[in-house]
């Protein structure tokens, strides 16, 4: 067990004959059998770490995976990953049930929809730290994305551009927490500086013709603040099926800036920092 624990005290021809004799047998050790060792979970010689991380189809949270595996395992970490993959019979609360079993060292959380009441109990009984999502609520640590200022910088562009009557997309706190932020302080915001605002909510499902038939050309608007630039693209080919032009008829924003190809349509977003949240 020393030589597959990588304990340093074994003499190397032993762990050279224990070794071979694994790799003959085919032996996998098994997690279960480790924990009952106490302590957390180790594999391979190093400690292991949970992340419990939002559908990883979105360019944001693929991003943020990469990066964060990369980093975990440069400072010798394993990762045992869980994945919201949205409506779903097992919910957050299970799945973070599941990474403890396993008597990780702590557990990392990036997603915006796990409730802050199940985080504040999590949090009391391993260490826990909540990735790319402002979360205040009391002994729960987190890092996150400024985004009341992004909510109030595409804002400020908005009415710059001389823009005066917007649609901005909205989402339920439970569903994306940092989404909802965000659009919440460009709502505020863009009001603040006279311009009529006509909010759009997402969170039952994103509905482009319903956007731009109904919202759009019912309010006059000159410009739609999309909650990610995944769906800016979806409201872009919805204007152009109908013959409108972008910006030319009508300006869209977007947030995260990893979407590829997003940096040569000439078009605003907020570029999310996720390099300096992973590190």
């Not at 189809?57 to 991003?63: G, I, N, V």
């Not at 979360?135 to 400020?156: K, M, T």
């Not at 731009?212 to 309010?219: E, F, L, N, Y």
Request: glycine share 10%; net charge neutral.
């Amino acid at each position: 067990s020393r030589v597959l624990r990588g304990d340093g005290r074994v003499a190397d021809a032993t762990r050279t004959r224990v070794t071979e004799v694994v790799r003959d047998l085919g032996y996998v050790p098994t997690a279960a059998a480790r924990s009952m060792r106490g302590g957390s979970l180790r594999t391979g010689g190093g400690e292991s770490l949970g992340l419990l991380i939002r559908n990883i189809d979105s360019p944001y949270y693929a991003r943020l995976n990469l990066l964060l595996q990369k980093r975990l395992r440069a400072r010798g970490f394993h990762v045992v990953q869980e994945t919201v993959v949205g409506p779903h019979p097992v919910s957050e609360e299970e799945l973070l049930a599941n990474i403890a079993s396993l008597r990780v060292r702590g557990i990392l959380v990036a997603s915006g929809s796990v409730p802050s009441p199940v985080l504040v109990e999590w949090s009391s009984r391993v260490p826990l730290v909540v990735v790319a999502r402002p979360d205040p609520s009391p002994g729960v640590h987190c890092i996150a994305n400024d985004e009341p200022a992004n909510g109030r910088a595409l804002a400020g562009h908005l009415h710059a551009l001389g823009h005066r009557r917007i649609v901005v997309e909205v989402v339920d706190p439970a569903h994306s927490l940092g989404s909802h932020v965000r659009s919440a302080a460009l709502v505020a915001r863009a009001r603040e500086l006279g311009v009529e605002v006509t909010e759009y909510d997402v969170t039952a499902g994103h509905d482009v013709d319903d956007l731009v038939d109904r919202v759009v050309r019912g309010t006059g608007a000159t410009a739609v603040a999309c909650l990610h630039d995944r769906l800016l693209l979806a409201v872009w080919r919805g204007l152009r099926a109908r013959g409108l032009s972008v910006p030319g008829d009508v300006s869209l924003t977007g947030s995260d800036g990893l979407t590829d190809g997003v940096d040569l349509l000439g078009l605003t977003t907020v570029r999310q920092p996720v390099e300096r949240i992973a590190e």
